[in-house]
């Protein structure tokens, strides 16, 4: 079956710096990617949507400075938190959607970010 | 963009009973999806629904679509203390997936 490798699965860092977090489709093109963030006691929110080769498409609200999203290819993408603060500290989870549509989304397993 | 609401949004159950939990979309659902989750921890795929009507069952847990393909339900059957964890469905909505609130299900031995 489809499967979907992120990590770190978990990171601690000190405010200001940033943070990268990857996300990665081991056995099928993810031609799509998303990208969620979900608060304790919280449903997962989107955070934005990018295609291999284009520029992500952030929901509102959310800072495409601060939150920068590559996809750069049909199996690799990654988010980074760029000088991040105590309130970014999250769960961010990504998912991949491939071609076919048998495969639906398959998510990451999440990447726990405490900024300190 | 599509709203979906859950119900109810909290859930105690004592083991062994059944419950639902029901996920309402502002629009016609194109596709359903039913995860689980613990918090912090990935998400569970359940099942995922497409057809007005359609049913999917696997082991003690039941997913329904209506025929309007606005509401969907999950039942649980005689639940046990692993069926604990949140509850999400989720909604194919312009080519992304969106979520329900989640339902925060408890199941007390």
């Known amino acids: 079956g489809a499967v979907v490798s992120q990590h770190p699965s978990w990171v601690i860092c000190k405010s200001g710096t940033s943070v990268k977090i990857e996300c990665r489709s081991l056995?099928?093109?993810?031609?799509?990617m998303f990208w969620y963030r979900q608060f304790p006691k919280q449903s997962l929110m989107l955070m934005a949507t990018?295609?291999?080769?284009?520029?992500?498409?952030?929901e509102q609200g959310v800072e495409k400075d601060k939150f920068l999203i590559n996809h750069a290819s049909l199996t690799l993408s990654t988010l980074t938190v760029t000088s991040a603060h105590p309130e970014d500290s999250s769960f961010y989870i990504c998912?991949?959607?491939?071609?076919?549509?048998?495969?639906?989304?398959?998510f990451g397993s999440g990447t726990r970010l405490t900024v300190v | 963009s599509q709203e979906l609401e859950q119900s109810p949004q909290s859930l105690i159950v004592q083991e062994g009973k059944n419950l639902t939990i029901n996920c309402t979309s502002s629009?016609?659902?194109?596709?359903l999806y039913w995860y689980k989750q613990k918090y912090g921890e990935g998400l569970i795929f359940l099942m995922m629904l497409q057809k007005g009507g359609e049913e999917k069952s696997h082991e003690k847990i039941t997913a329904k679509l209506d025929e309007k393909k606005q509401q969907s339900s999950l039942h649980i059957t005689a639940s046990q203390p692993s069926h604990a964890g949140i509850y999400l469905c989720g909604a194919d909505d312009n080519n992304d997936m969106r979520f329900g609130a989640g339902t925060r299900l408890t199941v007390k031995p």
């Open positions: 056995d099928f093109q993810a031609t799509t």
């Open positions: 998912s991949a959607r491939g071609r076919s549509t048998s495969y639906g989304y398959t």
């Open positions: 990018s295609n291999e080769g284009s520029k992500a498409t952030y």
């Open positions: 629009k016609t659902l194109y596709g």
